[in-house]
Each structure stands twice: as C-alpha cells, then as structure tokens.
C-alpha cells in the first residue's frame, strides 16, 4: 500500500547582507529558516523578521513533498519583503 498524501511546508527564510569580497559580489544570503503548519504563521514571522535591523529581507514560501518519491515542488511564494535573491538564486 502506497502513501500518495503530499505534505506541504510552510516555511519563512531570513537573509542577511553579505559584504562584498574577492571574487564574490556583494548581496545577500540566507540567515535562518523556519517551519510552520500553516501560511499565515510563516507570512506572519517574515514580516516581524523584516523589521529586525539585521535583516536584510525576508521570505515566505510553500513547497510540496512527495513523501513517495521524495520530490519537492519549486517553491510558491507568499511574500517577500525586503531585499531578496532572485528567483534564479534560490
């Protein structure tokens, strides 16, 4: 018997300001990263998190995994503040 049920997580990703240094731009890069059971709780901490004045920017985003295959979705995005990567980066 097979498990078909995808799980998805809630997660909120902070970024902090990286200096510029031989043969690396200047930017940003990811601080932490937190999990929660529901959207409004990781939208909720990104913005509190952005507010912070170490924080660069912030994230919130769901991906879905495939418990069978163990196959991640690229991530849905639901909000971001501050100064953040590109897509591209992530």
């Given at each position: ?70 196959e991640i979705s690229p991530p ?5 503040i501050g100064n953040v990567p ?5």
């Amino acid at each position: 018997m097979s498990d078909d049920t995808s799980k998805t997580h809630y997660i909120c990703q902070t970024y902090i300001e990286k200096k510029r240094t031989k043969g690396a731009p200047a930017g940003v890069k990811i601080d932490k990263q937190f999990q929660y059971t529901t959207a409004e709780e990781a939208k909720s901490r990104a913005e509190r998190a952005s507010q912070s004045p170490d924080c660069a920017g912030a994230d919130a985003y769901m991906i879905v995994e495939d418990p069978s295959s163990g196959e991640i979705s690229p991530p849905t995005f639901l909000v971001r503040i501050g100064n953040v990567p590109e897509f591209d980066d992530f």
